[in-house]
């Protein structure tokens, strides 16, 4: 079974500054997807970022991207130029052969003005 | 493209009652997953569709629980002798088909309380 690790239950940043949220994961699986979801307070769930595991290269959406170390099973967020709607739960999620997520416990990011 | 909407999205119910969940997913999408997510939690997987197809359960899933997908459309999600511990958000997400794992996009939610 897969298991996703969030070890920092919250974090804060100024506005417009960077911050890195971590995550880990631990697989069998060779061929997979890993997510981040932000959840705001209305908590609806929205796809921030997607990486293909088979993929070398990092995504990157805009002001979000993500440090993919297959390797070490590590699968950080970054966010650039912080803005105040950017606070939210985010989840980092995993994706294997058999269809279903598997969330991490959530990091909950504060935006300070 | 509407979205994934889900109904009711608030739900108080009293111990004992049955309730009845409604997921409406985005209309090409041909896979749809129930989750549930407890206060300070990520979302637990409870069980997916693919079409009309019920592919996979998970052990939370207890027999007060069923899912249908008739038609391969919008998807219900029953629970009957509803328990205090059944109170949670419960998540509807869909995805479309292209490979072993997809994108999946979520609902709102519908948020159950069981008094």
């Known amino acids: 079974a897969q298991t996703v690790t969030q070890s920092q239950p919250e974090m804060s940043v100024q506005e417009a500054e960077t911050v890195t949220l971590s995550c880990t994961y631990d697989?069998?699986?060779?061929?997979?997807?890993l997510f981040w979801y932000k959840q705001p307070p209305s908590r609806q769930m929205i796809l921030v970022i997607r990486?293909?595991?088979?993929?070398?290269q990092n995504a990157t959406e805009n002001r979000f991207s993500v440090n993919f170390q297959k390797a070490a099973k590590s699968f950080s967020l970054k966010i650039s130029d912080s803005q105040l709607g950017d606070a939210a739960m985010y989840f980092c999620?995993?994706?294997?052969?058999?269809?279903?997520?598997?969330f991490g416990k959530g990091t909950l990011l504060t935006v300070n003005p | 493209d509407t979205g994934v909407s889900q109904d009711p999205r608030h739900k108080i119910t009293k111990r004992g009652q049955n309730v009845t969940f409604r997921c409406d997913p985005i209309?090409?999408?041909?896979?749809l997953y129930w989750y549930r997510q407890t206060l300070g939690q990520g979302p637990e997987f409870l069980t997916y569709?693919?079409?009309?197809?019920?592919?996979?359960k998970s052990r939370l899933l207890s027999d007060r629980f069923s899912a249908e997908r008739p038609k391969g459309s919008f998807s219900t999600l029953e629970i009957q002798r509803t328990e205090q511990g059944d109170s949670a958000m419960y998540l509807c997400?869909?995805?479309?088909?292209?490979?072993?794992?997809?994108?999946?996009?979520f609902g709102p939610g519908t948020r159950l309380t069981v008094l």
């Open positions: 997400a869909s995805s479309s088909q292209t490979g072993a794992t997809d994108t999946q996009y």
């Open positions: 697989t069998s699986e060779s061929d997979y997807y």
């Open positions: 990486q293909e595991a088979y993929k070398q």
């Open positions: 999620a995993f994706g294997g052969s058999n269809y279903k997520l598997t």
């Open positions: 209309s090409e999408h041909n896979r």
């Open positions: 569709f693919q079409n009309e197809a019920q592919l996979e």
